[in-house]
């Protein structure tokens, strides 16, 4: 099947690599960023989440209207809107941008110091289990033609009713991410896309497996997102090269305290235990830098715990091939970020996006030619 190809756009330039440079709201480069997107032949862009960051849906309005055909996913972290009130607002969105061009990523929280800034000290357990209850009642408030009640654990409705409904057929898809227990029973539960990041093939294909089970036994079936940093370059070493100049620069800033996190801007008020899935990622990183051949885990293991930063490394055409590996394990959707965001995605236009569309169109072909 065709993949879908999702980049991720800030407001202010900024990567582990490269310092915030400039306001940290700058609608200039939010449209550049957008429109470079666009131009590069990406699908969708996802707009992250921090209890410090500029508000998504704002950002994803700008992004929107920018932009002729890009589509946004927007993350959103449950428990501080309620689901009736962030339906309305995802579909008033879907209609005012040309319909069909919204989706939402729920993420339910791996740093409690994160929840804590906007003041939410619940449980991660109580909160997977929130999260599951609020995309049940978003669900319902996007699709429901009559006013229905809901009293659950965590949220009370009398005559929830939404007049406003999807602008298409296609609805507002819904993400999610999370590797824990708690989380795959969420995610089989209620996601359309499962977010993963970019571990090794064979863990990925583990959690592919665990999460078609889970999901099987609700009658339902999933797709798969992974997230990766593409280090691309004309030659091999020249890539590896660049992938050790990424690496000086982080170390440098990290050494004089400096951020490029555009997700974060805020420092982390403490230590603390983080999500499976980027401890995951640690533990990987401890094993060796590289796996699988071209999966760089250097920042990984540099930067501590944190999502998506194993990159795969390479030309255009290794780097696509690698990614595509993953497309054969049942990855349909891949976000790709840059060390540095908006020359990347300029650079990516040119022949990586190209070939990793012709890549799954010929796995496609042949797949088809064996049935026949």
Same mark, same amino acid.
């Given at each position: 099947?065709?993949?879908?190809?999702?980049?991720?756009?800030?407001?202010?330039?900024?990567?582990?690599?490269?310092? *915030?440079?400039?306001?940290?709201?700058?609608?200039?480069?939010?449209?550049?960023?957008?429109?470079?997107?666009?131009?590069?032949?990406?699908?969708?862009?996802?707009?992250?989440?921090?209890?410090?960051?500029?508000?998504?849906?704002?950002?994803?309005s700008a992004a929107l209207n920018a932009t002729e055909k890009l589509?946004?996913?927007?993350?959103?972290?449950?428990?501080?809107?309620? #689901?009736?009130?962030?339906?309305?607002?995802?579909?008033?969105?879907?209609? *005012?941008?040309?319909?069909?061009?919204?989706?939402?990523?729920?993420?339910?929280?791996?740093?409690?110091?994160?929840?804590?800034?906007?003041?939410?000290?619940?449980?991660?357990?109580?909160?997977?289990?929130?999260?599951?209850?609020?995309?049940?009642?978003?669900?319902?408030?996007?699709?429901?033609?009559?006013?229905?009640?809901?009293?659950?654990?965590?949220?009370?409705?009398?005559?929830?009713? !939404?007049?406003?409904?999807?602008?298409?057929?296609?609805?507002?898809?819904?993400?999610?991410?999370?590797?824990?227990?708690?989380?795959?029973?969420?995610?089989?539960?209620?996601?359309?896309?499962?977010?993963?990041?970019?571990?090794?093939?064979?863990?990925?294909?583990?959690?592919?497996?665990?999460?078609?089970?889970?999901?099987?036994?609700?009658?339902?079936?999933?797709?798969?997102?992974? !997230?990766?940093?593409?280090?691309?370059?004309?030659?091999?070493?020249?890539?590896?090269?660049?992938?050790?100049?990424?690496?000086?620069?982080?170390?440098?800033?990290?050494?004089?305290?400096?951020?490029?996190?555009?997700?974060?801007?805020?420092?982390?008020?403490?230590?603390?235990?983080?999500?499976?899935?980027?401890?995951? *990622?640690?533990?990987?990183?401890?094993?060796?830098?590289?796996?699988?051949?071209?999966?760089?885990?250097?920042?990984?293991?540099?930067?501590?715990?944190?999502?998506?930063?194993?990159?795969?490394?390479?030309?255009?055409?290794?780097?696509?091939?690698? *990614?595509?590996?993953?497309?054969?394990?049942?990855?349909?959707?891949?976000?790709?970020?840059?060390?540095? #965001?908006?020359?990347?995605?300029?650079?990516?236009?040119?022949?990586?996006?190209?070939?990793?569309?012709?890549?799954?169109?010929?796995?496609?072909?042949?797949?088809?030619?064996?049935?026949?």
């Open positions: 099947m065709p993949i879908e190809l999702l980049g991720m756009i800030a407001t202010t330039a900024g990567s582990e690599s490269k310092a *915030l440079d400039g306001p940290v709201i700058d609608p200039a480069y939010v449209r550049d960023f957008s429109l470079a997107h666009e131009e590069a032949g990406f699908d969708r862009v996802l707009i992250g989440y921090s209890a410090s960051s500029p508000d998504g849906f704002a950002v994803a589509k946004v996913l927007i993350a959103h972290r449950p428990g501080f809107v309620p #689901p009736t009130i962030v339906a309305r607002k995802l579909v008033t969105l879907d209609h *005012l941008t040309g319909g069909g061009r919204v989706a939402i990523h729920h993420i339910t929280g791996g740093s409690e110091a994160d929840q804590r800034r906007d003041g939410d000290y619940s449980e991660k357990g109580d909160r997977y289990r929130r999260t599951g209850e609020f995309i049940e009642v978003l669900r319902k408030t996007l699709t429901e033609d009559e006013p229905f009640d809901h009293h659950g654990e965590f949220y009370d409705f009398d005559g929830a009713y !939404s007049a406003a409904k999807p602008a298409t057929d296609a609805g507002i898809p819904i993400f999610f991410g999370g590797l824990s227990s708690g989380a795959v029973e969420v995610g089989a539960k209620a996601a359309d896309v499962y977010m993963l990041f970019g571990e090794p093939l064979a863990d990925v294909a583990e959690h592919i497996r665990t999460i078609r089970a889970a999901a099987a036994k609700e009658g339902r079936t999933i797709e798969f997102s992974l !997230s990766t940093r593409p280090i691309i370059a004309d030659t091999e070493e020249e890539a590896w090269a660049k992938a050790d100049q990424i690496y000086a620069r982080t170390e440098q800033l990290l050494a004089s305290e400096q951020t490029g996190n555009t997700l974060a801007f805020a420092k982390p008020v403490s230590a603390e235990r983080t999500a499976v899935s980027a401890d995951r *990622l640690q533990e990987h990183a401890k094993r060796g830098d590289v796996h699988d051949e071209r999966l760089w885990l250097g920042i990984t293991r540099l930067t501590g715990p944190s999502g998506n930063s194993t990159a795969p490394v390479g030309t255009p055409e290794q780097v696509a091939e690698a *990614l595509l590996k993953y497309y054969d394990l049942g990855v349909t959707r891949f976000l790709i970020r840059g060390f540095d #965001p908006l020359g990347d995605v300029r650079d990516w236009g040119k022949e990586l996006v190209p070939l990793l569309r012709e890549g799954a169109r010929l796995r496609d072909e042949a797949a088809e030619a064996q049935v026949a």
